[in-house]
């Protein structure tokens, strides 16, 4: 045990003594939260929209002033045809166009139902997302305004139209897509770059030259990354909750287990990487390959993986950080139990073990 | 013949913050000679050799080497010079001609040199039939001979080894100062470092370092008379032994 | 029983489609208490079989056991009773020299305080120095530092391979001294090294070339063994001396070695000869002498008769 301990020590001097290693394993987490947290999250101000009133009565009059009211919209100019619509966005003049139909205030009036189209520039489908949101908002506002004073409930049936991009997913619910990332980071590259690093140096000749069982150095190695995993994954949460209002509706002891389960998966793939390198570019390399991009690419993250072509979607399956995603997203965001994400769970965990046994049984007692 | 010296230094230092690496050092190399820079680890030689390659700008002092400064002429500087360490040689993956051709390359040959050169070359190391094996194929001894041709391949006036013969076997060890000899009796100037005592013996002048400042310069029997030392060894000892820094 | 036995060991490597035979049958003893050198440049296989009796690597035939300990089986055994220094520096360079001590006392079970006796005259030297990392410290404090490392359980056997390469004369010598001292307290010492030199300084060798040992014993014996005169021979024109002797029959070999050239006579010519033949070649002034054989010479004797 006390060699064990000894070990331990050891590998957190290494890590607190090198300042790059450090702000990798503690200040990543906090950068990436912080720039998707803002990227994908910023309100839009004061973004143009353009009309299309084939009305031009009060009502239509009457909802463009609010519109234009509101910190989110600048009215920029009025259009007459629909073939001006595209013009207007290509050429960027503004994110989105409200249309209006003919009779848009008789039918108000008379058929107590109207329509009103908002087609937004969805090139940057967050914005748009965000956007038509508002515009919606501030429409509705203006039926309860109105409906108060009438017998029958005023309805404007809004239709968006989401040009470029119109499926809209992927783009939401960054935090379990950047926690996947970053223990990806911390705990698959950093430890097989430390473990090859000691091979690097001729360390670990001397390692295994000496009484200590060969496998103890190497889960003893692994003990602070598992560690500092954890205080990234509180941070990660506090961060969210606290200073990006992403709320936790499920529960966070589920959330934490699985979270580990997912760490144990990412040192164990750190560990394979390791026993089959020698040096640390390689196993760099091999991480960023084999895990990072596919965390960042197939898990869901990034691009939905509904919309993939069949072979990224059978691929996605083995990506762990696929299942590990869609657990955080269900525990997170829906506040869903485990009687819902077991099965995602059980592969993850089958995952797990099939990597710890192949990093073990790959493991070598001797060099070469 | 006041002829001018290949290699001439007054004052030269290198400073890093407050540490000196190098401490005021003067000296001359005259055209030919091979010159031998010995010194204890961390006394200063590694800085000195890189500021004389044109790699490290000096903080203070003067230098010339092949008549350019080495402050405002690096380029020309490694034009005229050719470099080999035992760490630093070939490309392991390339063949033994692609790595001629690369060297060649650099230093804007024409490719009827190289081709001349090449068989000339391959013919006096006895590997025209090797030409086209793996550098990392050949045995150490052989590569360190093949980097030093390759060093000297471009004609250079001064060629600076840097410990060329570390972990070499003795026969091929003299085999290597054989070829430093037909180098140098062909007017090419050598300045080399080693740790070998007895491969002191073989250069023309010796200078010794310790703590950043030159401590002696003379030819090794004059270093022997000098100290009063029956061997090479003895001096260096005497003199390595009064350092007081250590290498950082 | 022997502390190291080897037997007929052979390794070989696979480099793409070719067998790098780095160890060929390599077979000695090394007594208890014995400071034993293997003696070799670059790619002779040293390493290889300090690899494989520190049980880093397996051999591809042959055996060899370390304190009565077989490499292959018991390697768990010989793990706990062996101190090691591979080639390069090997101590955790962002430790600083007490923390890099005590993990390595810790890791072998033992405290610094417990074998502190067979490490004190070593300690001592880096002490002032003990609270710096260990990547700031000299190449010499260094290898002091991981001798420390290796002897700090009080290994049966230390192994160390090239601790002086690339290390100044001064610290080269220091090294030395420090062997000779453990030796003096019963550790079995094997230690190699490319510098001929160091040869007599060990109580036997075995010199190595390409995979093969071409010869084991003491020092002495071996420059016993030697069976040609040498004569040593300096003049004002060194190099014109050398190809003037390289070009006489009376002679096995000629080379340079430190300020004079060595001279293998061939059997019955002697002195006088060689000064007639180099007053007819113009180098009357040759200052020539007899010496005894150096490890070098000998080195160098086997392996041209190897080529043969």
Not at chain 1, 42 to 66: P, T
Not at chain 3, 202 to 226: E, Y
């Amino acid at each position: 045990m006390n060699q064990f301990l000894a070990f331990v020590k050891k590998e957190f001097y290494h890590i607190f003594r090198d300042r790059r290693t450090l702000f990798i394993l503690l200040g990543m987490p906090l950068v990436q939260i912080i720039i998707f947290g803002f990227a994908l999250t910023n309100e839009v101000k004061n973004a143009n929209f353009v009309v299309l009133d084939n009305a031009r009565d009060a009502a239509s009059q009457q909802l463009i002033a609010q519109i234009n009211a509101s910190r989110y919209f600048d009215f920029e100019k009025n259009i007459y045809s629909n073939k001006d619509l595209e013009g207007v966005f290509q050429k960027g003049e503004a994110k989105i166009a409200i249309v209006f139909p003919p009779a848009f205030a008789s039918d108000l009036q008379h058929l107590n139902k109207a329509q009103v189209q908002i087609i937004a520039d969805a090139t940057d489908p967050n914005t748009a997302t965000t956007l038509t949101a508002y515009a919606a908002a501030i429409i509705m506002d203006y039926q309860k305004e109105i409906t108060q004073n009438a017998l029958l409930p005023y309805t404007i049936d809004i239709q968006q139209r989401m040009l470029y991009n119109p499926q809209l997913k992927g783009a939401y619910s960054f935090v379990p897509g950047v926690m996947a990332m970053v223990l990806m980071l911390v705990c698959t590259m950093m430890t097989a770059i430390t473990i090859v690093r000691e091979k690097e140096a001729g360390t670990m000749e001397v390692m295994l030259v000496s009484p200590v069982r060969p496998l103890k150095i190497i889960v003893a190695k692994a003990v602070p990354y598992l560690l500092l995993s954890i205080i990234n994954i509180i941070s990660i949460l506090l961060l969210s909750v606290y200073v990006l209002n992403v709320p936790i509706n499920g529960s966070i002891l589920l959330l934490m287990s699985e979270g580990i389960l997912f760490i144990i998966t990412c040192l164990s793939f750190g560990l394979l990487i390791s026993n089959v390198t020698d040096s640390q570019q390689t196993a760099m390399f091999i991480a960023l390959i084999g895990m990072f991009l596919p965390t960042v690419m197939l898990s869901g993250f990034m691009f939905p993986i509904e919309n993939m072509p069949l072979p990224l979607r059978l691929i996605s399956n083995i990506v762990p950080a696929r299942w590990f995603y869609s657990i955080v997203k269900s525990i997170m965001i829906k506040g869903l139990g485990i009687q819902f994400i077991w099965k995602e769970t059980l592969i993850l965990a089958g995952m797990t073990l099939l990597l710890l046994a192949l990093s073990i049984k790959n493991f070598k007692i001797r060099l070469a | 013949m006041t002829e001018q010296p290949i290699i001439y230094t007054e004052h030269l230092t290198k400073r890093f913050g407050d540490f000196t690496a190098v401490d005021a050092i003067s000296f001359e190399v005259q055209k030919g000679e091979i010159f031998g820079f010995l010194g204890a680890n961390g006394a200063g030689k590694t800085t000195a050799m890189r500021m004389l390659c044109g790699l490290s700008l000096p903080t203070s002092g003067k230098a010339t080497i092949a008549g350019f400064d080495v402050y405002k002429q690096t380029e020309k500087i490694k034009q005229n010079i050719g470099y080999m360490s035992q760490k630093f040689s070939l490309y392991e993956d390339l063949t033994i001609k692609e790595n001629i051709r690369f060297y060649a390359g650099i230093y804007g040959k024409s490719d009827a040199f190289i081709k001349d050169k090449t068989a000339q070359l391959l013919q006096q190391l006895n590997l025209e039939a090797e030409g086209d094996k793996l550098v990392g194929s050949l045995p150490l001894g052989l590569k360190q001979k093949l980097a030093f041709s390759v060093a000297v391949f471009h004609e250079p006036q001064i060629v600076f080894l840097d410990e060329p013969t570390g972990g070499v076997d003795p026969v091929t060890r003299r085999e290597f100062w054989n070829m430093i000899y037909e180098a140098a009796t062909a007017g090419i100037t050598i300045f080399v470092t080693t740790h070998y005592m007895d491969e002191a013996e073989y250069c023309n002048r010796i200078s010794i370092m310790v703590d950043g400042k030159i401590e002696a310069l003379d030819t090794p029997a004059g270093l022997k008379e000098t100290y009063n030392a029956a061997t090479m060894d003895d001096v260096f000892l005497q003199l390595a032994r009064k350092a007081t820094r250590s290498d950082a | 029983m022997s502390a190291v036995a080897v037997h007929n060991l052979v390794k070989q490597y696979k480099s793409g489609k070719a067998i790098i035979e780095a160890v060929q049958g390599v077979s000695f003893d090394v007594a208890r208490g014995e400071l034993f050198g293997i003696i070799g440049p670059d790619g002779a296989g040293k390493t290889s079989i300090f690899r494989m009796l520190t049980t880093l690597l397996l051999p591809d035939s042959g055996g060899a056991t370390v304190d009565g300990s077989d490499i292959v089986k018991d390697y768990q055994a010989i793990r706990q009773k062996v101190g090691y220094m591979p080639g390069r520096f090997s101590l955790y360079q962002d430790l600083t020299v007490e923390e890099n001590l005590h993990f390595f006392a810790t890791i072998f079970k033992t405290s610094v305080t417990e074998n502190y006796t067979l490490i004190k005259d070593i300690y001592v030297q880096i002490e002032p120095f003990k609270t710096r990392k260990a990547g700031k410290l000299s190449g010499g404090m260094k290898q002091k530092l991981a001798l420390c490392c290796a002897l700090i359980h009080k290994p049966v056997v230390l192994f160390l391979d090239e601790p002086t390469t690339g290390v100044d004369a001064v610290s080269r010598k220091e090294f030395w001294d420090m062997l000779r001292n453990l030796r003096q307290q019963g550790i079995t010492i094997l230690v190699s090294t490319p510098y001929m030199d160091e040869a007599s300084l060990c109580d036997r060798v075995a010199l190595m070339q390409k995979g093969k040992i071409m010869t084991t014993g003491t020092p002495q014996q071996i420059i016993q063994s030697f069976n040609h005169n040498i004569l040593a021979v300096k003049a004002q024109n060194m190099y014109g001396l050398l190809q003037v002797l390289k070009q006489w029959n009376a002679i096995e070999d000629a080379y340079s070695f430190g300020e004079y050239h060595h001279v293998i006579m061939k059997e019955r010519y002697d002195k006088k000869v060689m000064r007639q033949y180099l007053a007819s070649t113009g180098y009357a002034d040759a200052d020539i002498h007899a010496v005894t054989p150096t490890i070098e010479d000998c080195f160098m004797q086997l392996m041209q008769h190897k080529h043969d």
